[in-house]
Structure formats: structure tokens, C-alpha cells
């Protein structure tokens, strides 16, 4: 992963003894937040440990949910364009409709 990212920033993967454990050591200054996600893939937070299938799985799950919500950040943005130029073209209708109401008021109709 690219830098950018908090969690990432805040943490601090150190390896330990990965040959025989195959595991990954983890500290982190933000223990409650990040421990129900990490708890949830059934690591044990008490002692830092996480396998690194574990990681792999929930990196692969964060590409996923990334690609998710961008995909429905592009649904928004597109709605929110069409939005905006319905607002616009009503936006010239009402002022299209004053100015023919000070016309007709000046004409006396």
C-alpha cells in the first residue's frame, strides 16, 4: 500500500520470527479502533498477533470495499451533475418567467 493512510501512519508492523510463526507482531497507538477489525479475522489482539494469511485477507477485503465505494462515489457525482443543471436550467426558467411577469405587469395584461 501507498502512503496517505492513517491506520498505516499509526502503526507499526515489526516482524517476529515469521519462519516459525509465520505470524505478524502489530502496535499500535489506536488499540480500540483497530482491534474489532482485526479481532473479527480471529487474531488475538491481547497478544499483537496476526497470521499473515489474515492480512493478506483483510487487505484483499479494504481493495474490495475501496473499489465499492468508489464505484458508488461516481453513481453520486454523475447524479449530482445531472442535479446541478436541472437547477440550472430551472434556475433560467424562473428567471424567464419574472421577466415576462414585469413585462405583462408594465402592459397592464
Do not use: P
Not at 12 to 34: G, N, P, W
Amino acid at each position: 500500500m501507498s502512503g496517505g493512510s492513517g491506520g498505516t501512519e499509526d502503526s507499526v508492523f515489526e516482524q517476529d520470527s515469521i519462519k516459525s510463526s509465520r505470524a505478524i507482531k502489530m502496535t499500535t497507538d489506536k488499540t480500540e479502533s483497530t482491534s474489532w477489525s482485526f479481532e473479527a479475522l480471529g487474531g488475538d489482539m491481547s497478544k499483537g498477533v496476526l497470521e499473515i494469511s489474515d492480512l493478506i485477507t483483510y487487505v484483499a477485503d479494504l481493495h474490495f470495499h475501496k473499489q465499492k465505494l468508489e464505484e458508488e462515489n461516481n453513481k453520486f457525482k454523475s447524479a449530482l451533475e445531472t442535479l446541478e443543471e436541472a437547477n440550472c436550467q430551472l434556475s433560467e426558467d424562473c428567471t424567464e418567467l419574472r421577466h415576462q411577469i414585469k413585462r405583462r405587469q408594465k402592459t397592464g395584461l
